[in-house]
């Protein structure tokens, strides 16, 4: 419905939002006039400042809101002063937000009297996922009474119009619809996306295109008129705080200022556009409205000149701050994990070995009964059967279909939705069905999950897990066979295990949720059951509920014979995954003449280990099931010659995969793709003739 004015706004909230509104004005002023002083790419809100003051007049410090990069004047209302925003404006040190790390507006703050704001990337409409994760995260502490609030908290996601057309803007829509979560998805349209037209754009706005998703509440209202703004936004904070239910808003608005500093509007939109837009200017409304309620033009005045002196104050005062100190650059890459030794019994007497599938179930089973706080989502992955391997079964009936439950085919929200649960105290557990459909949420992986720790200057580790089950073997095909370690190893800011075997899998599962930091759980679908020949020993000893495994701790799984090491006749082969039981059937044929090295985790990696044996044995062979042409192993192999170089008695090599595109279903085609132990035992041969 269309929002028309039907209560009357205090002048003290009137005078409230011009004061705002003409801070706003003059901070976009004099950014303008020192643009070779502001040489970091910049927006401002400058035509949107009605409909974002409204909203930020409406929260509470236990609210959400995740402001777009245009929103500063929706920060200036939640109460950040202008010297703040200059210090991300002008990357300073204590720049509040991300540590002079992003962009102007970038908020993220756990500030105490404030409403809290996640981590926010530059990427359009990506923060719709996160937040609506927010959002998933609030009801789930609501419904197990894990916190109590003051007032139901509400999670408000602002961005542009144009951003409604990204396909992980619908993922958000779609899962705050179905579950009914309390999100208001504030669309503020100013009919502009850089220099693309609504026309060129989209077939409607984001109020008729809202229609299509039942279960989403929606409004319009004109952005630019303050008062119907703040009617429209308190109807629709009181609508979700009470009910519960998502709400969309669609505010039409106008662009004055540029699309930012680097895309200026002269570039690409002619007069008669820009009066269009500034014959709306909010501030210019506001101040007519005042005046006809007889508001004394002398104390606007006031207020205006005010507001240009304290912006000028704040400018001089930033650009004096200090910058950041270059030994701070690689701080918050990762939170500080507790997890640093092994610990626990991996061995308890009188246990029956167990398959790896059974070692993920009794681990994340142990996990969820310890913590309330642990939730497992993803796609079939509930009760009915449990992940299309079966790796999750018995944990639906269990624990209920609000702690285990399925997804949409949506693994851009799977992941990204993380970072909402996290920032809220959750810890997901969530699972992508298969390596290759990884690829649709790898953009919230590195844009919003990868980025949060150290844009946010440490305020947001993404604690997560993200079990992916991964590799070829059985004609399973092009699309469920795929290898992706060398993709995720090139993601600064997560973390990637690997294990080959069920106590290894037990315990890095263990050290992963205590991590505060996100995990990958890369889970060889060839080992879940030990049904490939050879693979006998990923079936172990069950470890006991206190073992935990830290990450970055290799494995030495056979140690080649002293005596001929001291000839000069031994290899180190390092692997992980299925290459550890390729290398353990090759080896048969040279006895003690080769030593194995479980990685058992690619991010963080155990290179000392490596190092120390490979400069011992002098030859070196990185074993992987990808195809090696640029892979993680490639690369690793380089690395080990660099540091040993002086000692090797030959180059390091690489050994994976032909390199192919996709993994062929017909198994004659299957088998000549990847590699096995015989293939391996020609290269040891080779290697060990040198």
Not at 103 to 111: D, G, I, N, T
Not at 333 to 358: H, L, N, S, Y
Not at 494 to 513: E, H, M, Q, R, T
Request: charged share 25%; net charge negative; with cysteine.
């Amino acid at each position: 419905m269309e929002i028309i004015k039907k209560e009357i706004v205090s002048q003290e909230i009137l005078l409230k939002a011009f004061g705002h509104m003409m801070i706003a004005k003059a901070t976009a002023d004099v950014y303008e006039e020192n643009r070779n002083i502001c040489k970091y790419v910049h927006s401002t809100s400058r035509g949107h400042e009605a409909i974002q003051l409204a909203t930020a007049y409406q929260l509470t410090k236990e609210d959400w809101v995740s402001p777009y990069y245009r929103d500063e004047s929706l920060l200036l209302g939640i109460g950040f002063e202008p010297y703040q925003l200059m210090l991300q404006l002008l990357a300073k040190s204590d720049d509040p937000f991300s540590g002079g790390r992003s962009y102007y507006s970038h908020p993220s703050s756990l500030a105490e009297d404030f409403p809290k704001i996640i981590h926010q990337s530059s990427a359009t409409g990506m923060q719709a996922i996160p937040t609506t994760g927010v959002a998933q995260g609030i009801k789930y502490i609501q419904e197990f009474k894990l916190k109590e609030y003051e007032k139901n908290p509400v999670v408000i996601c602002s961005f542009g119009d144009n951003s409604v057309t990204e396909g992980e803007v619908s993922e958000a829509f779609q899962f705050a619809a179905l579950h009914q979560l309390p999100i208001i998805f504030l669309v503020q349209d100013n009919e502009w996306g850089i220099s693309v037209t609504k026309e060129e754009a989209r077939t409607s706005d984001a109020y008729d295109f809202a229609a299509g998703f039942v279960g989403l509440n929606r409004m319009k209202v004109d952005g630019t008129d303050f008062e119907a703004s703040f009617e429209a936004m308190k109807k629709a904070v009181d609508f979700v705080r009470a009910e519960r239910k998502p709400m969309l808003v669609c505010a039409s608005t106008v662009l004055i200022g540029h699309h930012t500093s680097g895309v200026r509007r002269e570039f690409y939109r002619d007069e008669d556009d820009l009066e269009k837009h500034r014959a709306k200017d909010p501030g210019v409304l506001l101040r007519k409205r005042l005046l006809e309620e007889g508001t004394d033009e002398e104390l606007l005045k006031q207020i205006e000149k005010k507001a240009r002196l304290k912006v000028e104050q704040d400018f001089q005062k930033a650009i004096a701050a200090e910058d950041p100190k270059p030994e701070t650059v690689e701080d918050h890459v990762f939170a500080p994990t507790p997890i640093t030794e092994e610990v626990g019994e991996r061995e308890p007497e009188g246990q029956e070995k167990i398959v790896m599938v059974d070692a993920a179930i009794h681990a994340i089973q142990e996990i969820m009964w310890k913590h309330p706080e642990a939730l497992l989502y993803g796609q079939d992955v509930g009760e009915r059967i449990g992940g299309v391997f079966r790796e999750t079964v018995t944990l639906g009936k269990k624990f209920g279909n609000k702690r285990v439950f399925n997804t949409p085919i949506q693994e851009a929200y799977i992941i990204g939705s993380t970072v909402g649960m996290s920032a809220v105290g959750l810890k997901p557990i969530v699972e992508v069905q298969f390596a290759d459909y990884i690829y649709p949420g790898i953009n919230q992986l590195i844009t919003e999950v990868s980025k949060s720790c150290y844009l946010s200057n440490g305020k947001f580790p993404v604690s997560n897990i993200i079990r992916v089950p991964i590799g070829a073997y059985g004609g399973g095909g092009p699309y469920h066979s795929g290898s992706v370690e060398s993709i995720l190893a090139n993601i600064k800011g997560i973390k990637v295990a690997y294990p080959s075997n069920a106590a290894d899998f037990k315990g890095l599962l263990k050290a992963a949720y205590y991590d505060p930091n996100p995990v990958v759980m890369l889970e060889h679908k060839g080992l879940y059951w030990s049904k490939v020949p050879g693979t006998e020993d990923a079936k172990t000893v069950e470890p006991a509920e206190d073992y935990i495994l830290p990450f970055g701790k290799a494995n030495i799984l056979l140690k080649a014979d002293e005596a001929e090491t001291e000839k000069g006749r031994t290899m180190l082969i390092v692997t992980y995954g299925m290459g550890v039981y390729w290398a353990k059937e090759a080896v048969k044929n040279f006895e003690g003449r080769v030593e194995i090295v479980d990685l058992r985790t690619i991010i963080p990696l155990d290179e000392k280990l490596v190092f120390e044996r490979a400069k011992l044995h002098g030859k070196c062979l990185v074993l992987t099931e990808e195809q090696i042409q640029n892979s993680f192993a490639e690369a690793f192999a380089h690395r080990i010659s660099n540091e040993c170089f002086r000692y090797l008695d030959a180059p390091v090599e690489a050994m994976g995969s032909l390199n192919l595109p996709a993994v062929p279903i017909n198994l004659v085609l299957e088998k000549e793709m990847l590699p096995n132990a015989e293939k391996l035992t020609q290269k040891i041969e080779e290697m060990l003739s040198q």
